[in-house]
């Protein structure tokens, strides 16, 4: 069965560095979001894609993120300048009709 | 603007006994509902989902929910608990007509009892 898939798995990087998160959506579907989880917190919608153009997006998602599809098969998710409190599972989602999770990507921000 | 409230952060429950998971919804249209749980650091599996079909939902591992809209419910149950139900257990509702992004709940933990 088609799944959802992030890379890296673990990523550490120090505060005010770039980060790229990767997914590879499930080949036919249209719609990408990105979620974060915050330790111990519940999961949090941070935007939604389609089109190649963000069709929502939160109020955490602010001038420091943006989303890309470079190609016909990744959608990524970059932070600019981390901050400490970015330290969370990102999980990437790709939907047809409901959303499919990829297996998250833990960013420890130091 | 729609969200999910589940009753419980921690849910303790002998192996072998009924697990009961709540979770209340508000939603100003029809909503979609979903459980999804999520072992130790680990990604969001699906659980079961209720699409505007039938009112009782079963899913996997032998959990089932029932969409209660006098109640505004989908408490999550299980006749059973197994120790592999131990987990984290996520309540979750979108817009209907599909390709819709999900609110989730606070969470609940299950622990099982040996």
């Known amino acids: 069965e088609p799944e959802v898939t992030q890379t890296p798995s673990h990523q550490v990087t120090q505060m005010g560095q770039e980060v790229i998160l990767r997914c590879v959506p499930i080949?036919?579907?249209?719609?990408f979001y990105w979620y974060r989880q915050i330790l111990g917190q519940k999961v949090e919608f941070l935007v939604s894609?389609?089109?190649?153009?963000?069709?929502?997006k939160s109020e955490i998602f602010d001038d420091q993120f943006s989303v890309e599809r470079p190609d016909g098969s990744n959608f990524t998710l970059k932070i600019r300048s981390t901050k400490l409190e970015d330290s969370a599972m990102y999980f990437c989602?790709?939907?047809?009709?409901?959303?499919?999770f990829g297996p998250g990507t833990r960013l420890t921000v130091t | 603007a729609q969200s999910v409230t589940q009753l419980g952060s921690h849910v303790s429950v002998s192996e072998g006994a009924l697990v009961l998971l709540r979770c209340n919804y508000s939603?100003?249209?029809?909503?979609?509902l979903f459980w999804y749980v999520q072992y130790p650091n680990q990604g969001l599996q699906l659980l079961l989902k209720?699409?505007?079909?039938?009112?009782l939902v079963k899913g996997i591992n032998g959990f089932e929910a029932e969409f209660k809209k006098s109640e505004t419910s989908f408490h999550l149950t299980k006749p059973s608990a197994h120790m592999s139900d131990a987990a984290e257990y996520f309540c979750?509702?979108?817009?209907?007509?599909?390709?819709?992004?999900?609110?989730f709940g606070t969470g609940t933990k299950l622990q099982v009892i040996p």
């Open positions: 989602a790709s939907s047809d009709r409901e959303n499919d």
């Open positions: 080949s036919n579907h249209l719609y």
């Open positions: 894609f389609y089109n190649n153009e963000i069709s929502e």
């Open positions: 939603s100003s249209v029809p909503p979609y």
């Open positions: 209720y699409t505007s079909a039938a009112t």
């Open positions: 979750a509702v979108s817009k209907t007509g599909g390709y819709q992004k999900v609110t």
